[in-house]
């Protein structure tokens, strides 16, 4: 059921977007014959020819059905759902959600129950079963993972030869091969941290032991007030405060800040996503001749386990097309079409035995982020999550203020353990 305030929040929108239910189109209003698709994001040439294939083998299969592919901007989500929700039309057949926010959406009644079509679907039995679990709430399955993906190093391979410095496997190691390039590179940062990201923090937490929260019953526990959390954040920010082998500004840096750092040759180290060697390239198209990659490393050694990432495709609730939209949700997430679009962007299929074959172990990028994805975690599973990650960022806070100088780390950790206490349980 959606809640009061949410019913509240989207009659707003809907009354600012005016009557009708948003810009969306052909929804799953009217019955036109077309099938409406958001895609979140800009889109780009290697999307649009991925999904102009999908198009085509489901029109062969449903000749009469138009596919209408629409894109939503990210940020702009989050309104256009509200709008359509509030509006009872104006919204698709089929969407991508983030995978942590398919909860959240499921909880607001926008989602259709897709248990039973995951169980008949004989494909869906090799999807690898945290990402299944993750766009499931009270039992029930809302989303079908389509993409996934995790975060490691990368290094200037070229540098550390010619420094003989070996890629490192502890934090230690980290902090020694960052400070061993920036003393001898005159101009370059060890490590380019993005201090105003969160996904990238959660391998340090989890590789000292540490956990994003717990839940007890109903009651959930914010993780970050413990010695184990404590330690993670002391570190992660210890490399702009402490070892100095980020700058002050890294304090600020997105992921996409700190990856034209690394790209651009100011900086020896930085996390990023394997989706990201596109971006790097065209930053500096010169780039894949000198890097290399290793999994982010645990405290004491061994690769720290990984966010995965990634997006989910549901049916909307509200759509009068769902058994072609779950047509066209098979085709495009089928083995070969997984396989086809993971490849395109750098991303990993979601079916194990795609991961798990000897495709990825051979690829000096690749392997290091195939080796993560054996070893992934998930942000807390509640629809609250949206509230802490998006809409309040509390883990950047935390660490950027350590990093800015604003707190230190014992204050920052239990200012964010209390408020993360309160959005996790808000009812």
């Not at 920010?237 to 600020?252: C, N, Q």
């Not at 949700?329 to 083995?335: A, F, S």
């Not at 395109?344 to 994805?373: E, Q, R």
Request: hydrophobic share 40%.
């Amino acid at each position: 059921m959606r809640t009061l305030r949410w019913l509240a929040a989207a009659s707003a929108l809907a009354l600012l977007a005016g009557c009708g239910g948003g810009s969306g189109g052909d929804g799953a209003g009217a019955d036109t014959g077309k099938l409406t698709v958001w895609m979140m994001g800009e889109g780009g040439a290697a999307q649009n020819s991925f999904l102009d294939s999908v198009k085509a083998e489901f029109t062969t299969k449903h000749p009469d059905t138009e596919v209408d592919v629409q894109y939503i901007p990210w940020l702009e989500a989050p309104k256009k759902f509200a709008t359509a929700l509030a509006g009872g039309s104006g919204g698709p057949d089929i969407t991508e959600l983030g995978n942590t926010e398919t909860q959240g959406w499921a909880a607001q009644d926008a989602l259709a129950d897709l248990t039973d079509k995951l169980a008949g679907w004989s494909e869906g039995k090799d999807l690898l079963p945290n990402l299944v679990k993750n766009a499931q709430l009270d039992g029930k399955q809302y989303g079908i993972p389509w993409y996934a993906g995790v975060r490691a190093i990368y290094y200037r391979a070229d540098w550390f030869g010619e420094l003989d410095v070996k890629p490192p496997t502890t934090w230690a190691e980290l902090v020694t091969a960052a400070r061993t390039v920036q003393e001898k590179k005159k101009g370059v940062y060890g490590f380019a941290v993005p201090g105003n990201s969160e996904l990238p923090f959660y391998s340090f937490l989890w590789g000292a032991g540490g956990e994003i929260a717990t839940r007890d019953g109903d009651t959930w526990k914010s993780g970050y007030d413990t010695p184990a959390a404590r330690k993670a954040v002391d570190f992660w920010t210890g490399l702009v405060t402490r070892e100095k082998v980020a700058p002050p500004a890294a304090a600020t840096w997105t992921e996409v800040d700190a990856q034209k750092q690394f790209a651009t040759g100011t900086a020896a180290m930085t996390i990023a996503g394997s989706w990201s060697q596109t971006s790097m390239l065209k930053a500096n198209p010169d780039i894949d001749k000198s890097w290399g990659t290793v999994p982010i490393p645990g405290e004491a050694g061994g690769a720290a386990p990984a966010f995965a990432g990634g997006s989910d495709i549901a049916i909307w609730k509200d759509s009068k097309r769902q058994e072609l939209a779950w047509d066209y949700l098979t085709i495009l997430l089928n083995k070969q079409n997984n396989q086809k679009w993971a490849d395109s962007l750098k991303f990993f299929p979601v079916h194990g035995d795609l991961v798990s074959g000897g495709t990825y172990t051979s690829d000096k990028i690749m392997a290091a982020f195939a080796t993560a994805m054996q070893n992934t975690r998930l942000t807390p599973i509640t629809p609250q999550w949206v509230e802490v990650s998006r809409n309040r960022s509390v883990t950047q806070t935390m660490n950027s203020s350590v990093m800015k100088g604003q707190k230190t780390v014992d204050q920052a950790v239990k200012e964010a353990a209390t408020e993360m206490d309160q959005l996790l349980n808000k009812k």
